[in-house]
């Protein structure tokens, strides 16, 4: 330094010759320096500046006052002087210390209020919709408690273990950092720390276990800034319920558990030393691990909770002679409920938030999952595999339930066993749904304007090479859409799905929840196309919510490591169809429970609607059905899709199952009624009605096999009688009384066979009058209103005319018509063989080949009587199209040309549209 500045001498004499030097011209004015030299003022202006600069800065120089410069430039200089140095070294001490203070203090968190919402690093902890915990993954707090419902002795062996003055310093204890040094001198090792329970806490929930200098400060000032902000009470609880006390358990309620198996207020004086000795060292101190180590620490909590004050000594000497005794149990963080639904949740998770946070973790996660319901479900789904299962060949059960109105997930049992198999078989198996899909054909068929009244012919009906089957092979004639939708009639089904076209269909499904692939095929309309089980409950929601959608959802919120909402679930509701609709469908619906398939669905006092449905031989048995609050759907089957040997009404049975736990404290709500206008109804969607290429209807096979058989019972009963009487009145031996009974066998066959004559001919005529010749199907049509009295007495009188007729024929005739009738027998018995429980996309070409074999015979057989009635000409397949768009009356009311007359058989006419019932 001392060559920069040079000596007083020098530097005095460089002064004032520099002031004589600069004195004249500092004494005239520029524009007088300016003239003087001559030079334009313009160009030197910057010049005269600099040099007015160094002027002034001399003359400060000249200033300054000797000692000073005496201390740089004397003999004895400054910057050798010790004191110099020293000086320097505090001040830019105290200098760094204030900047590192100050970055430390901006390094803090700026809240305290992350302290009560911490969750730990690495945790996904999954709650039910009132908090119950479902599922924790990570080192997480299983079980919190409150400070209240922890034993005071308890508080105190921590208090004496960890913070002897915890409730009189402000977050961090100098006495004790003093107390801890000098003991751990003394000993030559480690023996006591000096942090509070406070900086615990702080290290706990804002930094790591590191052991730095820069970690205890900052864990020193952040504790002072809990003190300030948070009572102690607070503090204490967060503690005990954060603390990792070893073993897997975190929090004194968690190491209750798996130590002593016990909750914390049944816990002894010794087992509440043993835990309290914990956070020192948890694996070292564990009584699981160490015994004879475990007992030392928990003999020196006792110790120290006696000097304190806090147990007499007779206390402390009593829970020292007591020896360690565990009974371990497994974390119960460990522990799952609603095994599919919480894996379910975990799936769902990246859709909601992003890939860092959730690789961050520290996650908490509110559903909408009722446990009691969940409860329920679950035991429903066990139950009914356990019982019908074995005996109907199914070995796999579904069940979810879903509030219609918000679309959340209150149950979900995704298979009869978790921990054998974790598919789950209510969002991952795709399914076909059987007759739970008419549903929608109907629901696009009504919000298209045409009524539950309409009727269609159910009958053998083939369309381009498809033919539907009924289940069983019967078919009902000429019934409404309604009835058709009550006893599942598949023809009927298909036939609506003609008049309304794919695209609408798929249309109206996909709105009302459908997600997955439809196939615009004619299978289509008897469920045909694969859907899961959790889309097509969501689905039959949109009817009990008016027509509105919301789309299902398991999660409510997702709350991160500090508390902080980073997704929240919203529903959302759209139109699907409109509200008259949905109303008619639910009245459709309702009649499915209480008169048809559904029935093993009725719950008491409370209105139920609902739809069954199984696929191609049993494999999928379906029930969906629904009340106002609450749409539930029961699959049951086989993963390999094995062929079951059982029918829907299981699945509608184990609906009512947990419906019926379900809806005992809830509110009995009605549906809305049904819209007064059935017919003429404004359409509210476009049908596009489906041009087949071609399309066959087939008469209704006779079910002459039921009537013979009540005919044969009856003869056999009339010539019984016959016998005993004649026995008791003429007193005639036996062989005459064998004779008398062959010959009324003998007349009773003849008059079966005149019968059957007599209705072939008829049959030719009219096929509502085939329909009515036996008495089995006058009662069918009794039960479902589709005849009347009149009909059945003028069809008895018909038989009666035919029986007269051809009371004549000869004995070859009869010997014919015996074989046509054998033929026509033995034809029906292997049709009904051969029915299926459901529709398929196989053709019906054994059973085409019967008919025509039985139409042929019928023909040859016909007897040629003197009656004026003309023969019935030869029986053919009638072809048919599709109509251009939905009829506006039903087939009856269409005019048949002359030529169609001449190649296909008159069409039957149907009975009249019943009027529309009042609403329910």
Not at 23 to 39: A, V
Not at 596 to 615: E, Y
Not at 851 to 869: C, D, L
Request: aromatic letters at 6%.
């Amino acid at each position: 330094m001392s060559k920069f500045i040079p000596k007083h001498k020098d530097l005095s004499s460089q002064i004032n010759s520099s002031a004589s030097t600069e004195s004249e011209p500092e004494s005239l004015s520029p524009d007088q320096q300016q003239e003087k030299t001559g030079q334009p003022k313009s160009s030197h202006g910057l010049l005269t500046r600099c040099q007015q600069g160094v002027t002034v800065t001399i003359n400060g120089i000249k200033r300054v006052s000797t000692p000073v410069i005496e201390q740089f430039t004397g003999p004895r200089k400054l910057h050798r002087r010790p004191w110099f140095w020293l000086g320097i070294s505090a001040g830019g001490g105290a200098i760094a210390l204030g900047v590192g203070w100050v970055v430390l203090e901006n390094s803090l968190p700026d809240s305290t209020a992350d302290l009560l919402t911490y969750v730990r690093d690495d945790t996904i902890t999954i709650k039910a919709e009132k908090g119950e915990i479902l599922q924790q993954i990570g080192p997480a707090t299983r079980e919190t408690i409150k400070i209240d419902d922890v034993p005071k002795t308890l508080t105190q062996a921590f208090l004496a273990t960890e913070d002897q003055r915890f409730e009189k310093h402000h977050g961090v204890d100098y006495q004790g950092i003093l107390r801890a040094l000098l003991s751990n001198i003394q000993a030559g090792d480690v023996v006591e720390g000096g942090s509070t329970i406070t900086q615990q806490l702080a290290r706990i929930v804002y930094f790591n276990q590191e052991r730095t200098i820069a970690r205890k400060l900052k864990e020193m000032l952040m504790a002072q800034r809990i003190e300030k902000n948070v009572d102690k009470n607070t503090i204490l609880e967060r503690y005990l319920n954060l603390v990792y006390l070893g073993s897997g358990a975190y929090g004194v309620a968690d190491a209750a558990w798996v130590y002593f198996s016990k909750s914390v207020k049944d816990l002894t004086l010794p087992e509440m030393a043993m835990i309290a000795g914990l956070p020192a060292a948890p694996n070292d101190y564990s009584p699981l691990s160490n015994p004879k180590i475990a007992k030392e620490r928990r003999d020196t909590v006792l110790k120290r909770m006696q000097n304190n004050g806090f147990i007499t000594k007779a206390q402390a000497d009593e829970a020292i002679a007591t020896p360690v005794v565990t009974k371990p149990s497994n974390p119960k963080r460990l522990e799952r409920k609603a095994n599919y639904f919480t894996d379910y949740i975990q799936q769902e998770l990246p859709k909601y938030i992003s890939k860092e946070k959730l690789a961050q973790q520290g996650l908490t996660i509110e559903t909408t999952l009722n446990v009691d319901w969940q409860n329920a479900a679950e035991e429903a789904v066990q139950e009914t595999v356990k019982r019908e299962g074995r005996w109907q060949g199914f070995k796999q059960a579904s069940l979810v339930a879903i509030d219609p109105r918000t679309g959340q997930i209150k149950a979900m049992v995704g298979g009869k066993d978790f921990y054998n198999q974790q598919f789950n078989r209510v969002t991952q198996a795709k399914r076909q749904p059987g007759s739970t899909f008419k549903t929608f054909v109907y629901a696009t068929a009504v919000a298209a304007g045409i009524s539950p009244n309409r009727g269609y012919l159910d009958a053998p009906y083939t369309v381009d090479g498809y033919t539907p089957k009924n289940y069983g092979d019967k078919f009902r004639g000429w019934v409404n859409i309604r009835d058709a939708f009550t006893h599942s009639i598949n023809v009927v089904a298909l036939k609506t799905l003609i008049d309304v076209g794919w695209e609408p269909t798929i249309d109206v499904a996909k709105k009302m929840g459908i997600e997955s692939t439809l196939h615009p095929t004619y299978s289509l309309a008897l469920g045909a196309s694969e859907v899961n089980l959790l889309e097509i409950t969501s689905a039959y929601g949109t009817l009990a919510t008016q027509g509105l959608h919301t789309n299902p959802y398991g999660i409510h919120r997702i709350l991160d490591q500090h508390g902080k909402v980073i997704y929240e679930g919203k529903s959302k509701s759209e139109r699907a169809i409109d509200q008259d609709t949905a109303a008619i469908m639910t009245w459709m619906l309702r009649n499915v429970v209480k008169d048809g398939t559904g029935r093993s669905a009725q719950l008491d006092n409370r209105p139920v609607a609902g739809k069954t449905g199984t696929s191609d031989e049993a494999r999928d048995l379906w029930f969906i059905g629904y009340i106002p609050q609450m749409v539930a759907g029961v699959w049951l089957g086989n993963d390999d899709n094995k062929p079951t040997s059982g029918a829907s009404s299981t699945a509608a049975s184990t609906w009512h199952q947990f419906m019926e736990k379900v809806v005992k404290d809830m509110e009995v709500e009605k549906f809305p009624d049904r819209p007064t206008q059935l017919e003429n109804r404004k359409p509210t969607i476009k049908a596009q009605p489906i041009r087949p290429k071609r399309a066959i209807t087939k008469a209704i096979p006779n079910s002459d096999s039921d009537s013979d058989s009540a005919s044969e019972r009856n003869s056999e009963r009339t010539s019984r009688r016959r016998s005993r009487t004649e026995n008791s009145y003429s007193g005639s031996s036996r062989s005459n009384t064998s004779e008398n009974t062959s010959l009324d066998d003998s007349s009773s066959r003849r008059r079966r066979r005149r019968r059957r004559s007599s209705e072939s001919q008829s049959a030719s005529q009219s096929s509502s009058e085939s329909q009515s010749e036996t008495p089995r199907r006058s009662r069918r049509r009794r039960s479902s209103g589709e005849n009347t009295s009149s009909t059945e007495s003028s069809s008895r009188r018909r038989r009666s005319s035919g029986e007269n007729t051809s009371s004549n024929e000869s004995s070859s005739r009869r010997s014919s018509s015996r074989r046509s009738s054998s033929r026509r027998s033995s034809s029906r018995r292997s049709s009904s063989r051969s029915s299926d429980s459901n529709a398929t996309e196989s053709s019906n070409s054994t059973s085409t080949r019967s008919s025509s074999k039985r139409r042929r015979s019928s023909q040859r057989s016909e007897p040629s009587t003197s009656s004026p009635a003309p023969a019935p000409r030869r029986r053919r397949a009638r072809y048919e199209s599709a109509p251009a768009a939905a009829p506006p009356a039903p087939p009856a009311s269409r005019k048949v040309s002359e030529p169609a007359r001449s190649r296909a058989p008159v069409a039957p006419a149907p009975p009249p549209e019943p009027p529309a019932p009042a609403a329910e």
